[in-house]
């Protein structure tokens, strides 16, 4: 389990320290993978979060999510936040037919937001949940996910790819979830991960949080896995988040002393 504060922008004073989880990237093909997000449930009700977050990929294709569906939704039926569980659509949920995975979803208590948006009040003051829709499949609408979003609302933004903050930056999000990369499946200390970047933004958002422009992005390296079925330092991850409205400081490169050029050498 990874712990961390989690920086929105905007956040209410009121909800400072307010609890949240997220898993993402299931990719429930087998009998294992349905185990594992079966102990990660029970690791999140551990955390006792306010809010629970699911950001897409649950099944890698059509034959598997009819196989695990059921499995799938007795699972998530086991959740026990405090306020509320919302869900986002990935790309390979919409290759195996997304209506039977969020009607799944429903049955099991969970909100699933495509191209909208939920107003919660706790502790007295307004977090708004957007989730938009996969942006690989052409079901990304970020104006419509903010349509009923007042300028003023702080927000907390569910999308599966974390590209998606390209065309959702002029929004101003206080916060984006993300999943998709499986964090870059394989780790190199100082370097990261050596596979090709499938994302516009950069390799520096496989995995973890980065700041972008004024707001941060965090990057869930998922459960499962999906067609390389292997993780080199990067384990299944699931997320347990503090948020908070203090922004980290930004890193500022340490000072060095000029190199003497051997032109001023003494003799």
């Given at each position: 389990m990874r712990r961390l504060a989690l920086p929105v922008r905007g956040l209410p004073s009121a909800l400072e320290g307010l609890s949240a989880c997220q898993i993402s990237d299931f990719h429930v093909d087998r009998d294992e993978d349905l185990q594992r997000l079966g102990r990660a449930v029970e690791?999140?009700?551990?955390?006792?979060?306010?809010?629970?977050?699911?950001?897409?990929?649950y099944f890698s294709g059509r034959e598997t999510m009819r196989r695990y569906l059921g499995g799938f939704a007795r699972e998530l039926r086991k959740l026990r936040p405090l306020v509320g569980i919302f869900a986002i659509a990935g790309n390979h949920d919409h290759w195996a037919s997304f209506e039977p995975i969020a009607s799944a979803m429903a049955g099991a208590g969970i909100e699933v937001l495509r191209n909208s948006s939920r107003r919660l009040e706790i502790e007295g003051s307004a977090l708004t949940v957007v989730g938009i829709d996969d942006l690989w499949t052409r079901h990304a609408d970020p104006a419509r996910a903010f349509r009923e979003v007042a300028p003023s609302d702080c927000t907390l933004v569910l999308a599966h790819n974390p590209d998606t903050a390209l065309y959702t930056r002029h929004l101003h999000p206080g916060v984006m979830l993300c999943g998709h990369t499986h964090g870059g499946v394989v780790r190199l200390p100082y370097y990261g991960s050596p596979l090709r970047s499938i994302l516009r933004l950069g390799k520096r958002f496989y995995a973890g949080l980065n700041r972008y422009g004024d707001f941060y992005i965090y990057t869930n390296r998922g459960l499962g896995t999906f067609w390389l079925r292997v993780r080199i330092n990067c384990r299944p991850e699931v997320s347990c988040f503090h948020l908070t409205g203090q922004f980290p400081a930004p890193v500022t490169p340490k000072a060095t002393r000029p190199r003497r050029s051997r032109l001023h050498r003494a003799h």
């Open positions: 690791l999140i009700n551990c955390q006792k979060p306010a809010l629970v977050f699911l950001t897409g990929d």
